[in-house]
């Protein structure tokens, strides 16, 4: 992902974030609105090849990421530091469900997340499913993702694609977010100030 795209992305998020608390501010609109800006209902498969939905993980935070398995950069980065707040967390951990989300469904098939996402972690669950789920999820998550004709990437292209981690709570709603070049102590230190 190039920087300058970062940025875009970045102002993007935050006006749309700056929108929903305009809102919100203005008591015309439901407190709802707020918290219902990112994240939400899904219906994907993960890399085990089981159909599974937001509703399988309830009781639990998640650290949710966006990416995909041919990423030179962003996607390692932030999947290495969700696995390292993971492992600072310790016994807490317990409670958190660290995923990962692909945005390339026709490369990442179940398989190929399967074989990714456990070089990471041995918690970490790895969803993909049809163009339309993809496309519907990354919607609810406000994710950015696009793809780039590339010569130089397997199949002859590149995704780009914002590059967030969200932290949502035990109902599926949204807590906060950070970058995928967060340190492990900031994103460890969050959730371990959760109940
Ligand atoms: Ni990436």
Redesign the pocket.
Same mark, same amino acid.
């Given at each position: 992902?190039r920087l300058k795209l970062i940025a875009i992305i970045a102002v993007a998020f935050l006006a749309g974030g700056a929108l929903a608390f305009a809102l919100r501010s203005e008591g015309t609109t439901p407190a709802s609105v707020g918290t219902a800006a990112i994240g939400g209902a899904f219906s994907l498969t993960s890399h085990l090849g089981q159909r599974v939905s937001e509703k399988d993980f309830a009781g639990r935070y998640l650290l949710v990421f966006f +990416?995909?398995t041919n *990423?030179?950069?962003? *996607?390692p980065a +932030?999947l290495q530091v969700m696995s390292a707040a993971l492992d600072k967390l310790g016994a807490k951990a317990d409670g958190v469900v660290p995923i990962f989300v692909t945005v390339d469904p026709a490369r990442d098939t179940p398989d190929v997340m399967k074989a990714y996402v456990s070089a990471f972690h041995p918690k970490l669950i790895g969803l993909t499913g049809t163009e339309a789920e993809i496309q519907a999820v990354t919607n609810t998550y406000r994710v950015y993702a696009k793809r780039v004709e590339d010569s130089g990437s397997p199949g002859g292209y590149t995704?780009d694609?914002s +590059?967030f981690i969200y932290l949502m709570d035990k109902a599926g709603l949204y807590l906060t977010h950070f970058s995928h070049s967060a340190s492990p102590d900031e994103i460890a230190n969050r959730i371990a100030a959760l109940d």
């Open positions: 992902m +990416g995909f *990423c030179p950069d962003v *996607c +932030g995704m694609h +590059g």
